[in-house]
């Protein structure tokens, strides 16, 4: 087993517990353990031949995890098993991880995780801190409301920071048509004060992730 095979194996495991929740698989007896074993053995690929003893348990192991009937025990459970799991089939991997790809690629590393806690992060301090001071404009009375327009931010300082990095800048606009689509209703019951909060707050958590997609891109170009 390879690390790209490792990589398989754990996304092939992590869209288990995605599809049992998707399709409520849960309710049936059998559907969330024939899920498990044919995305878990798609995922093992060539260790089923290569190691087929410490396959089968992982396959096994995964199959029981799948079928477990508390949702987060579950989710936990197939995340470790996806992540521990091919260093069960190949313990090797550690010292492949470390010696091809950690090793060599440290300040790559670094500076990719140190962007997107920039981007993801210290963007909503931005964000909040542009928002209060521009005159007019009030937060949300309603703290959930604040709490989950704060959790969209970061998760779309994220994707843009993604996309920027993976070379495909345009991105940013199919996450800002998606979010304003999803925003129409609102726009329609509330005042002109939430339309201007809307867009001050995307703007300037667009703002954010570009600086911070493009410096990280850049420095990437510089170490590589």
Known sequence: MTLLDALVFFFCVVSVACAIDTFSLSANRWAPGLVAAALAALGLNRAL?????????????????ASLPWRIVRWLTLVVLAAAGPLVVRPRLVHDLWVHVLVPDRVRIALTVAGLAIAVL??????????????????PADEGAREGGRTIGMLERALVFGA????????????????SLARV????????????????????SLLVALAAGYAVRSGLHAVS
């Open 164 to 179: 920027v990095l993976a070379g495909h800048p345009e991105a940013a606009g199919l996450v800002v048509a998606v979010k």
């Open 49 to 65: 031949s290569d190691r087929p003893v410490e396959a089968v348990i992982m396959l096994a192991a995964v199959v029981v995890a």
């Open 122 to 139: 210290a963007g909503s301090v931005v964000v909040d801190g542009l928002i209060r001071l521009v005159g007019g404009v009030d937060l």
């Open 185 to 204: 209703p609102e726009f329609r019951r509330n005042s002109l004060v939430s339309i201007e909060y809307f867009l001050i707050g995307t703007l300037a």
